[in-house]
């Protein structure tokens, strides 16, 4: 049988995230024959940087690129050029990290924390550090509100802040420095659909079959990777280069959020619109039928 080539393009988190790739799960689903099941000869490429991959997505070298919502969705919004097929993670909320000698919210009294800006828009911070630990932001909490998840982790690192509301693997790597989770806080802070599968409007007009079984294949591969720690570990381990304890933390705690449904939660979407373009919000329902394909 002949099969039918697609190049999927994925990155990884920048600077603190090392090798950290946003969706790791490919290359076991190559391994374990998931791919070539359903008639695909899928290649997984580390491609770094959103442009160099939409421009690989124009000329053909690359058919389906794995980005963060909140990188694609004002890419659409800009060049309405590209769709996505579907969202291999809606959610992952952020952990609060914090200083190792932090025991409790309480002891964040007359401490600093940072949140970068986005995700702490219309979130309720400030209600929660009151009802969790009576502290009040501006009063005896100070909020700082980084451009980035990077620089708020920096931030933490650098001992500028006593704690940061960190994205899952920015928090491992934290742990890895000697930070500690704060499991206190709950899963308030988010970044809304953070592994979008994007294409563009030509090459799902040509290639909607091959994506539907790229699809299909890809939900089961996710689930084999869920369902077998050991070569998912492995796959961290060796792919990535990570540590035995940070591979752990990423099956445990970050892969648990990616979804093989591959459908994308409206809700979810909602809180990314209000994120990246806040005057939209009351189109929400259009943009999501103009930019999330049928089925997606």
């Not at 090798?19 to 790791?24: E, Q, T």
């Not at 890895?176 to 499991?183: A, S, T, V």
Request: hydrophobic share 40%; net charge neutral; glycine share 8%.
């Amino acid at each position: 049988m002949s099969l039918i080539h697609l190049t999927v393009m994925y990155g990884h988190l920048e600077g603190a995230g090392g090798d950290f790739a946003r969706d790791p799960t490919g290359y076991l689903s190559i391994e374990a024959g998931i791919f070539r099941k359903h008639g695909l000869d899928v290649s997984w490429q580390h491609v770094q940087g959103t442009e160099e991959r939409y421009r690989r997505l124009a000329d053909g070298r690359a058919q389906i690129s794995l980005l963060v919502g909140r990188a694609s969705l004002p890419h659409f919004l800009t060049t309405k050029s590209t769709r996505i097929i579907g969202c291999a993670m809606n959610s992952c909320p952020y952990y609060l990290i914090g200083s190792p000698t932090l025991h409790s919210l309480a002891d964040l009294k007359g401490k600093v924390i940072a949140c970068r800006e986005g995700p702490a828009r219309n979130t309720p911070i400030a209600e929660t550090f009151y009802a969790r630990a009576q502290l009040r932001v501006g009063a005896n909490l100070e909020l700082r509100l980084p451009s980035g998840d990077q620089d708020a982790f920096n931030l933490l690192v650098d001992g500028k802040v006593q704690a940061a509301l960190l994205p899952r693997p920015f928090g491992f790597i934290a742990e890895e420095k000697g930070f500690k989770r704060m499991n206190e806080w709950p899963e308030v802070v988010d970044d809304p659909l953070p592994i979008t599968i994007e294409t563009t409007v030509n090459l799902l007009a040509e290639r909607e079959k091959d994506f539907s079984a790229f699809l299909t294949a890809h939900g089961e591969g996710i689930g084999y990777f869920k369902s077998h720690r050991s070569e998912a570990i492995n796959v961290l381990t060796k792919q990535f280069g990570q540590s035995s304890s940070l591979a752990q933390k990423t099956f445990d705690d970050y892969i648990v959020c990616m979804d093989e449904k591959l459908k994308v939660d409206f809700k979810q979407f909602e809180k990314l619109l209000s994120q990246v373009a806040p005057e939209k919000t009351t189109d929400a329902r259009q943009v999501a039928s103009e930019w999330i394909a049928p089925g997606g």
